[in-house]
Nanobody, 120 residues
Framework: QLQLVESGGGLVQPGGSLRLSCAAS????????IGWFRQAPGKEREGVAC????????NYADSVKGRFTISRDNVKNTGYLQMNSLKPEDTAVYYC?????????????WGKGTLVTVSS
């Protein structure tokens, strides 16, 4: 069955770093843009970052620009989100998504999510 599985979440202190991974199975991720979204407790899901099929174009939410880097390895059929200088407000469940359009606003597949907690 078609799946996206996130990994790499956990508990970190403010200023710390994490790298999230998004592994696709059952389909070829090359055909899709990869998006990262997050949802904090009691909040709406928001877009964090997006990368095009070839990796040539990226977009970031203003709140994470300069701190987060999205990337992909099409050979491994996997996407990544490197998160640096983490802040408590980054605490959320992070989801990866495979999108049929460049800006990641149309999602074909969602991952189940991985929890990132930034706290002292």
């Amino acid at each position: 069955q078609l799946q996206l599985v996130e990994s790499g979440g956990g508990l970190v202190q403010p200023g710390g770093s994490l790298r999230l991974s998004c592994a696709a199975s059952g389909f070829t991720l090359d055909y899709y843009a990869i998006g990262w979204f997050r949802q904090a407790p009691g909040k709406e899901r928001e877009g964090v970052a997006c990368i095009s099929r070839s990796g040539g174009s990226t977009n970031y939410a203003d709140s994470v620009k300069g701190r987060f880097t999205i990337s992909r390895d099409n050979v491994k059929n996997t996407g990544y989100l490197q998160m640096n200088s983490l802040k408590p407000e980054d605490t959320a469940v992070y989801y990866c998504a495979a999108s049929v359009i460049l800006n990641c606003r149309a999602v074909a597949y969602w991952g189940k999510g991985t929890l990132v907690t930034v706290s002292s």
